[in-house]
């Protein structure tokens, strides 16, 4: 600091300035952001700047197309170089030949070398990467539970943890542009990317998206709110369908999620690939300006989804042509887009319309200048590369965080007669397809995109994790589900069945399932069991809740959810299953009785017909112990309700609950939710330990949108008496 200013003063006194040894500003760390982005814009041409708002698929890099290989000079020069383009990304499986961490650390230096040591103005490059469980592209990262599993953990602060080290995983390796979390909601299961969400409360899943967002760019690694918004709930259940959502609708559940993020400092949006309300979501300006910018205050970066803005002509047929998409979608508010292929196109598409003043050079200023801020933001000006070396270290296998994440999410359906944990058990017998099928256990977006190659990531199969768990003395054998005499045999010789059950890898379209059914000969094995008479102990490895007929349904004695656990599933249920671990995992979502009922979720507005039960609610989750409430007088604040609840674990373990608050509406002159989730709060407790808790409402969990049916006002908290429930006990409250 000393030194640069000295020498700053001895070139003012002898020569009067020195331009030629002086660095320019924007180089120069000390300078506040906005005066570093402005500078550097002064010094950039048109093209440049149109560089920075557009996004290329690595592969290109590397062949000019899909085919993935060595990084080409020739490439790197041409797009990085000459068109100056801002930032590569790897789509789901895209990464350097062979996959390993220090290769990918190679592969974004050397990207970074192109840009910071070819480009003229040696602007760093920012990479960018769908690491949504985990760094799970890479062969050899941890994958960790997806963020459905990671919901029912109801914990903030664990995930917080997982995003912090995943974070440190991406920036070791040179990736700080991390499209997660996923902020949309999971509000029906027949979605193929419902596992993806925080499941379907707004409270819930805001909680853990903000946790994700603190996670993550502690390490300065920027996390992306995606996919803004109203994607979750495309009409009939299936990917991108065009969706439906009443202002009041998006206003009161679908972005306070967002909301969240923001406020953690989320710097940068991915715009929702679909339609809502006969507007795809790239073209509406109202969206993507006026709610997320205006309203919401949003200040980083619009990026749009995969390719989405040819999408308005071929997908949607709202743009006659490209110009036109381009057009409508960079005045709504897309700041960068993600091409993935057709790059020159777009960009001398974008530069023709530039200069036919169909978009402002305000607008491409403005744009180029988020991109510009974002990456002052992450440092990358100060530091551009990555240790490779590092990068093997940091990406080593994360499996305590991960068993911790896949424990706290497991939850248990059922448990007749106690069953669980085994303690009587001598020989275990295991069996399903999920109990050795590796990708079943991971998911989607494991290693590929659709998770094929999921079983190439670290970890041992649930098989393998309950050998190696088994307490001493116990025996566990194993028989293929499809050979029926063995397994037979093998049922004939153990004390109880472990049947290992879910649904084979799937990303985004190829996930949808109207039916919520699983292959008919997974039920098949359930009714083959029954007939041995053995206690059976269902575990699911699924990302969604599933349909299951009453017969195949009533046969286990035990049932525990595990979702997508990821590389820990094995280990983790091992502890379940033996009584190690209590679980305490709770629903995020509403698990149907029958998929005809979808959408359906507890804050649903009141039925006037009784309709039918849930199989399980929003929240449910038994224990190994029980837990009993007394809720105390509640108070309304200035900004928040409050109120004490006394909390007793009951029973002979310790164990973990996780306690729920939700209100009831008065009447108010307008529908609201049946319950809504205000406040939650996890506690351990030994056995017959009380803990007295005070749980903390936000008063805007109370605001519904008020007004007649097309209302655009925005949601407020309308007086009235209020009734707080926790468990069976109810209290009421005045909030005005
Ligand atoms: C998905 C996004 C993802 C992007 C890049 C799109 O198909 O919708 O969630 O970030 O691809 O892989
Ligand atoms: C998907 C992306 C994915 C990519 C993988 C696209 O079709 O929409 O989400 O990352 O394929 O190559």
Redesign the pocket.
Known sequence: MIKRWRFTLACAVLLGSCPALAQPLYKDPAQPVEKRVADLLARMTLEEKLGQMTQVAVSKLMSDGWGLGPLKGELLERYLVQRGIGSV?S??GMGPVPNTPRAWAEMTNAIQRAAVEKGRLGIPLLYGV?AVHGHNNVVGATLYPHSLGLAATWNPALVEQVARRVGQELRATGTLWN?APVADLGRDPRWGRFYETFGEDPLLAGSLVAATVRGLQAGRVAATL??FTGYGQPLGGTDRSPAFLAPRTLQEVWLPPFRAGLEAGALTV?AN?GSLNGVPVHASRYLLTDVLRGQMGFKGVVIS??NDIDKLVGDHKAAAGFADAVAMSINAGVDVY?VPMEVDRYLQTLKELVEAGRISRARVDEAAGRVLWLKFQLGLFERPYVEAAEAEKVVEAQRPLAKQAALESITLLENAAFTLPLTNVKTLLVTGPAATDKTMQMGGWSIDWQGKEGAKAPGATVLEGLQKGAPQGVKVAYADPKDARALAAAVRASDAVVVALGEKPYA?NEGNNLTGELPAEQYKLLRDLKALGKPVVLVLLAGRPLAFPDDAWLVPKAILMAYLPGSEAGSALADVLFGRHNPSGRLPFTWPKLFGQVPFTYDRYPDIYPKAEPLYPFGYGLSYTDFTYRLQAARATANAVEVDVEVRNTGKRAGSDVVQLYTRFPPLGLLAPRERLVAFTKVNLEPGQTRTLKLTAPLDRFALVPGDVFSLELPRVLPGRYVLRVGEQTVGVEVR
């Open positions: 990304l789509g789901g769908d499209f995606k996919h991915m690939s989804d995969w993600m985004e």
